[in-house]
């Protein structure tokens, strides 16, 4: 990956190992995880188009509103109530290092949607030595225990849909500033997520640590990680950029343990080492004979950026 990518790669590992952390605090403080989810865009929303230009909101708005609201549905307004329920049952470790199943999910959509990001080799490796991270958690420190069984399915499921968002990003939405199609997509996703902050609101005002939960999870922890996503998506490609979900369950299992006093099971340490193998392994090599999606031969293919033909699409 390029210099730019791997300075993405790092903030948004950072910054998205936090949300998990925030999540467990307001939902344990007795936020419901729908009002949660709209707080958060919400904010993200207005951190973010205090800075992204308005005319070029308003042009992906006209241009691309389908494409969008696909992408805000599988980027945002399924995956983050999703989590927030998860959160309910499993601690916030286990919720960031089930989401890293997420690049096992972008290997199987891409057999049918995109033969660019199609793994093969020490890739390929890697992704089954994630997947058997994931089976690690699941079958020590979850199974027999229907409560955390459900919450981790939740999660697995808002992992599935993450797969999703980027390729339609990277297929549809990469000719845009990023600042403007995310915010944008803040702005529908704050719409589609309203209905469920009306339907379930707190039973009273949160307490002190669930506000500030929800104000550093809206306004540090969605609005600048989605914009360098968005950059880092279109250097490296949908597989790899997803491999940030290899990294940030390290930052969220730091800050479960040092804050919320959580001790991870046998499993959950089996299923991090595997999962960190995994991701080492993935980034190590690309599929040979194929240009990587920050080479300017693939790049110029199009104006809506390298997997705009189809067989290079994501």
Same mark, same amino acid.
């Given at each position: 990956?390029? !210099?730019?990518?791997?300075?993405? @790669? %790092?903030?948004?590992?950072?910054?998205?190992?936090?949300?998990?952390?925030?999540?467990?605090?307001?939902?344990?403080?007795?936020?419901?995880?729908? @009002?949660?989810?709209?707080?958060?865009?919400?904010?993200?929303?207005?951190?973010?188009?205090?800075?992204?230009?308005?005319?070029?909101?308003?042009?992906?708005?006209?241009?691309?509103?389908?494409?969008?609201?696909?992408?805000?549905?599988?980027?945002?307004?399924?995956?983050?109530?999703?989590?927030?329920?998860?959160?309910?049952?499993?601690?916030?470790?286990?919720?960031?290092?089930?989401?890293?199943?997420?690049?096992? @999910?972008?290997?199987?959509?891409?057999?049918?949607?995109?033969?660019?990001?199609?793994?093969?080799?020490?890739?390929?490796?890697?992704?089954?030595?994630?997947?058997?991270?994931?089976?690690?958690?699941?079958?020590?420190?979850?199974?027999?225990?229907?409560?955390? %069984?459900?919450?981790?399915?939740?999660?697995?499921?808002?992992?599935? @849909? *993450?797969?999703?968002?980027?390729?339609?990003?990277?297929?549809?939405?990469?000719?845009?500033?990023?600042?403007?199609?995310?915010?944008?997509?803040?702005?529908?996703?704050?719409?589609?997520?309203?209905?469920?902050?009306?339907?379930?609101?707190?039973?009273?005002?949160?307490?002190?640590?669930?506000?500030?939960?929800?104000?550093?999870?809206?306004?540090?922890?969605?609005? !600048?990680?989605?914009?360098? *996503?968005?950059?880092?998506?279109?250097?490296?490609? !949908?597989?790899?950029?997803?491999?940030?979900?290899?990294?940030?369950?390290?930052?969220?299992?730091?800050?479960?343990?040092?804050?919320?006093?959580?001790?991870?099971?046998?499993?959950?340490? !089996?299923?991090?080492?595997?999962?960190?193998?995994?991701?080492?392994?993935?980034?190590?090599?690309?599929?040979?004979?194929?240009?990587?999606?920050?080479?300017?031969?693939?790049?110029?293919?199009?104006?809506?950026?390298?997997?705009?033909?189809?067989?290079?699409?994501?």
């Amino acid at each position: 990956m390029s !210099a730019r990518a791997w300075t993405a @790669f %790092a903030v948004v590992s950072a910054l998205w190992g936090i949300p998990y952390l925030l999540i467990k605090v307001a939902v344990d403080e007795g936020v419901p995880p729908g @009002f949660v989810a709209w707080v958060r865009v919400v904010l993200g929303a207005v951190a973010l188009l205090a800075f992204a230009p308005r005319a070029g909101v308003l042009k992906v708005f006209r241009g691309k509103v389908r494409w969008l609201a696909v992408f805000a549905l599988s980027e945002i307004v399924v995956p983050f109530p999703l989590i927030a329920v998860g959160e309910q049952h499993v601690s916030s470790s286990l919720a960031a290092i089930l989401i890293a199943a997420a690049p096992l @999910f972008v290997a199987l959509l891409a057999l049918r949607f995109d033969a660019s990001e199609r793994v093969r080799g020490t890739r390929l490796a890697g992704l089954v030595i994630g997947l058997a991270g994931v089976v690690a958690l699941m079958g020590v420190d979850v199974a027999g225990r229907a409560d955390e %069984a459900f919450g981790a399915v939740a999660i697995l499921a808002a992992a599935l @849909f *993450y797969a999703a968002g980027p390729m339609v990003l990277k297929r549809h939405l990469s000719g845009a500033d990023p600042r403007a199609s995310m915010g944008a997509t803040l702005i529908l996703a704050s719409v589609l997520l309203s209905p469920a902050a009306v339907l379930t609101p707190p039973a009273s005002m949160p307490p002190p640590p669930a506000i500030v939960a929800l104000l550093v999870l809206g306004l540090l922890c969605t609005a !600048a990680p989605l914009v360098l *996503y968005s950059v880092l998506i279109a250097e490296a490609g !949908a597989g790899r950029a997803l491999l940030i979900t290899y990294v940030n369950p390290v930052v969220a299992v730091v800050l479960g343990v040092s804050i919320l006093g959580e001790r991870p099971g046998p499993g959950t340490i !089996a299923g991090m080492l595997l999962i960190l193998a995994g991701s080492w392994l993935s980034a190590r090599g690309g599929p040979r004979g194929h240009p990587t999606p920050a080479d300017p031969a693939v790049a110029s293919r199009a104006p809506d950026g390298p997997a705009a033909e189809a067989g290079h699409a994501r």
